[in-house]
């Protein structure tokens, strides 16, 4: 799997929108985005996933640039409860191979 | 749906003494998965199995660790002796194939080896 890359730590206000970038400039053709967060003293959480489109669902929304080097996570309206270590994982689906590496994230703190 | 279910959540032993680790996967769910998560080393995976059979086991650490998964709805880890290097949180999380490989993972073992 590629290796991804983000900044170790980032600060949001509540109520705005937390823009969490993730650089993964080796990814192949066949690999996916993912992320997953990690909320203090849990497991990890799935959030999103994509391959060359934008995505959204009902926690976030993902922005992978054309060339596919680089993402965005966005959190439109952080809370408090966004406070986590969120982590973007480049994951090629299928074959035999199901690892999911996780990187050291980055630790997204929400403020009042 | 109850979710991944681990026990014990907590466990303090002594050096030495047998640990064992549970997880009940999401009733359905194929894929099984151990990590261990420290400080110093970040969620690393240890095993995975599918439809109860071990795949992938290059991550568990030394002999004394072991996992078995007898059926689809239980699985344990076990590390004899343990020593106190093994303290870590524990995670087990399961998935299915055809549910896009998403991962769900349960609360985790916090384990402590004096």
């Known amino acids: 799997d590629a290796k991804t890359t983000q900044p170790p730590s980032m600060d949001c206000a509540e109520g705005r929108a937390a823009n969490l970038p993730c650089n993964h400039s080796?990814?192949?053709?066949?690999?996916?985005v993912y992320w997953y967060r990690q909320i203090h003293s849990q497991g990890p959480q799935y959030i999103i996933h994509?391959?060359?489109n934008n995505e959204t669902n009902e926690m976030a929304s993902l922005i992978i640039t054309e060339d596919r080097k680089s993402s965005t996570l966005i959190l439109p309206h952080a809370t408090l409860r966004d406070t986590a270590v969120y982590y973007c994982?480049?994951?090629?689906?299928?074959?035999?191979?199901?690892?999911?590496?996780f990187g050291k994230g980055t630790l997204l703190t929400v403020n009042p | 749906d109850a979710g991944v279910i681990q026990s014990p959540r907590h466990e303090v032993t002594e050096m030495g003494q047998e640990v064992t680790l549970r997880c009940k996967p999401i009733?359905?769910?194929?894929?099984l998965f151990w990590y261990r998560q420290t400080m110093m080393r970040g969620l690393e995976l240890l095993i995975y199995?599918?439809?109860?059979?071990?795949?992938?086991d290059s991550g568990m650490p030394e002999d004394r660790f072991s996992a078995k998964m007898p059926n689809a709805s239980f699985s344990t880890l076990k590390i004899q002796p343990s020593e106190p290097r093994d303290s870590a949180v524990y995670f087990c999380?399961?998935?299915?194939?055809?549910?896009?490989?998403?991962?769900?993972f349960g609360p985790g073992t916090r384990l402590t080896v004096l």
């Open positions: 080796t990814i192949s053709g066949n690999e996916y």
């Open positions: 999380a399961s998935s299915f194939w055809n549910g896009g490989d998403t991962q769900y």
């Open positions: 199995f599918n439809n109860n059979v071990p795949i992938d």
């Open positions: 994509g391959l060359k």
């Open positions: 009733s359905g769910h194929d894929y």
């Open positions: 994982i480049a994951y090629y689906r299928g074959g035999s191979n199901y690892k999911l590496t």
